[in-house]
């Protein structure tokens, strides 16, 4: 049973440039969400897809944008990259189904460098 | 909006020793919470999830506690090992089936042989 699998898994960019970074989920697993996690901090939520649509989003500019495949793999995209964007970008999957043990599967996570 | 403190924000311990690792959170009103350990540059690596009705889970040398009403959650591990260098991440859940993660920046803890 593969787990959660992300690429690439280290990537570096220039400012002003756009990028891309995949994810595929758990078997089974139909719920994606990435988290932007900077050096020495926690991961930070940037948004969830279930269904190929957004269904929450943290706090992050439109910059950061999103896309859900019908096979529940996802894609983070990053427009105008600036220095700040520079981290370590985790993907999270689960089941959408509410119930009391909704827990998250995290990925390896993809390393971004804006130089 | 919910905040999550994690103290210390770094410790070394001898090998041996039982390490108590703390997590504060402001607003008691969470569902489940979930610990994590993160090895340098990788992924985060799940140890225990506690859910909303229980106050404590085990594995292994592992158990973490959950009070609620107090705020607060501790990971104990005991007889620490070298391989149990790593920054241990805790995560709150905001309510029945969200699973929008809330973290605090860690605990890095080094076991020195």
């Known amino acids: ?115 | 909006k919910q905040e999550v403190t994690q103290i210390p924000a770094a410790l070394s311990v001898p090998e041996g020793e039982n390490l108590v690792l703390n997590c504060s959170f402001t607003d008691s009103a969470i569902y489940n919470l979930q610990w994590f350990r993160q090895d340098p540059g990788k992924g985060l690596t799940s140890l225990l999830l506690i859910q909303s009705s229980q106050r404590e889970q085990t594995s292994g040398r592992l158990n973490a506690s959950l009070d609620k009403s107090s705020g607060r959650s501790t990971l104990y591990i005991a007889a620490s090992q070298p391989g149990d260098s790593a920054t241990y991440l805790c995560a709150v859940y905001p309510d029945y089936g969200n699973n929008r993660l809330a973290f605090g920046k860690g605990n890095q803890v080094v076991v020195i042989p």
């Open chain 1, 1 to 115: 049973d593969a787990g959660v699998t992300q690429s690439p898994t280290h990537l570096i960019k220039t400012r002003g440039q756009q990028v891309t970074l995949r994810c595929s989920p758990k078997s089974g697993h139909d719920t994606v969400s990435w988290y932007q996690q900077a050096l020495g901090q926690g991961p930070q939520f940037i948004f969830q897809y279930y269904e190929e649509e957004e269904r929450q989003r943290g706090n992050f500019p439109d910059r950061f944008s999103g896309h859900q495949f019908p096979n529940y793999s996802s894609e983070l995209n990053v427009n105008a990259l600036l220095l700040g964007d520079s981290a370590l970008y985790l993907c999270a999957s689960s089941l959408w189904v509410s119930s009391s043990y909704n827990e998250q599967f995290f990925g390896p996570g993809t390393r971004l460098t804006v130089l």
